[in-house]
């Protein structure tokens, strides 16, 4: 399987503090790659670079053998990567169609978001800030559905969401994958995105703490965790 984003000897922070110290990472093509670590690991920082947020301090970032250093957000994502993020990214204030009508763009078909997300269907006029959590989760991955990117990053879909919700997320990310769509899934609990993950990246306090398939995690314990992968107890500390 080939590399499509390669990450080498990573360093990036705010002001004085440095989050990051030397990340090396390989993102294979087609692959879903799970960056897991509990609360403040470093993960939505290193998305943030990969997605050009945030400037690396040092090191290198190449996706399909470019160069990313100094490459505006827009120009990456008309190049097709897409961020997710923990907020969301949904237009609040207006509707629920107008906001699929913007992540479709010249693409008039939003089918595949309301096939995947049947309550969509249902809120089409309501404005987006006034739905459920999990619904807004749905709509900001519809998104990737209507675009489907060359590489998407999502910043823990699941946070706050009832394990229904979670499922039917993690669902499209599946399906995605499958489709040919290299996933980066950042994660702090474990269970779910082992399940789908083929590559998994540990971050401890800005640093890569394991790197493997997710089978070999099994048994462990993990910085910043408590209990081991595997036992149904490893949770964030």
């Given at each position: 399987m080939s590399v499509e984003l390669e990450i080498r000897g990573l360093r990036a922070g705010y002001g004085a503090v440095e989050v990051l110290h030397a990340i090396d990472m390989d993102v294979a093509a087609g692959a879903l790659t799970a960056l897991l670590g509990?609360?403040?690991a470093g993960k939505?920082?290193?998305?943030?670079v990969i997605a050009g947020l945030l400037p690396a301090r040092s090191g290198e970032l190449r996706w399909a053998g470019v160069?990313?250093?100094g490459l505006a957000p827009d120009a990456l994502a008309r190049a097709g990567m897409l961020l997710v993020p923990e907020r969301r990214g949904i237009f609040t204030t207006m509707t629920v169609r107008d906001n699929l009508d913007v992540f479709a763009g010249h693409r008039a078909d939003v089918?595949?978001?309301?096939d995947a997300f049947p309550v969509l269907g249902r809120r089409l006029d309501q404005r987006a800030g006034s739905l459920s959590g999990g619904e807004q989760q749905m709509l900001a991955m519809s998104r990737a559905l209507l675009n489907r990117p060359r590489l998407l990053l999502l910043d823990e879909i699941s946070i706050g969401l009832a394990p229904r919700v979670t499922?039917?997320?993690f669902d499209v990310v599946r399906g995605l994958a499958e489709e040919g769509t290299t996933v980066v899934l950042v994660e702090q609990y474990l269970s779910d995105a082992l399940a789908l993950a083929d590559v998994v990246y540990v971050l401890s306090r800005g640093e890569i703490a394991f790197a493997g398939e997710p089978g070999e995690l099994r048994?462990?314990?993990?910085?910043?965790?408590?209990?081991?992968?595997g036992s149904g107890a490893a949770q964030p500390e």
């Amino acid at each position: 399987m080939s590399v499509e984003l390669e990450i080498r000897g990573l360093r990036a922070g705010y002001g004085a503090v440095e989050v990051l110290h030397a990340i090396d990472m390989d993102v294979a093509a087609g692959a879903l790659t799970a960056l897991l670590g509990p609360n403040g690991a470093g993960k939505t920082t290193l998305l943030s670079v990969i997605a050009g947020l945030l400037p690396a301090r040092s090191g290198e970032l190449r996706w399909a053998g470019v160069d990313l250093a100094g490459l505006a957000p827009d120009a990456l994502a008309r190049a097709g990567m897409l961020l997710v993020p923990e907020r969301r990214g949904i237009f609040t204030t207006m509707t629920v169609r107008d906001n699929l009508d913007v992540f479709a763009g010249h693409r008039a078909d939003v089918s595949a978001a309301l096939d995947a997300f049947p309550v969509l269907g249902r809120r089409l006029d309501q404005r987006a800030g006034s739905l459920s959590g999990g619904e807004q989760q749905m709509l900001a991955m519809s998104r990737a559905l209507l675009n489907r990117p060359r590489l998407l990053l999502l910043d823990e879909i699941s946070i706050g969401l009832a394990p229904r919700v979670t499922r039917q997320l993690f669902d499209v990310v599946r399906g995605l994958a499958e489709e040919g769509t290299t996933v980066v899934l950042v994660e702090q609990y474990l269970s779910d995105a082992l399940a789908l993950a083929d590559v998994v990246y540990v971050l401890s306090r800005g640093e890569i703490a394991f790197a493997g398939e997710p089978g070999e995690l099994r048994g462990r314990a993990l910085p910043g965790y408590v209990g081991r992968v595997g036992s149904g107890a490893a949770q964030p500390e």
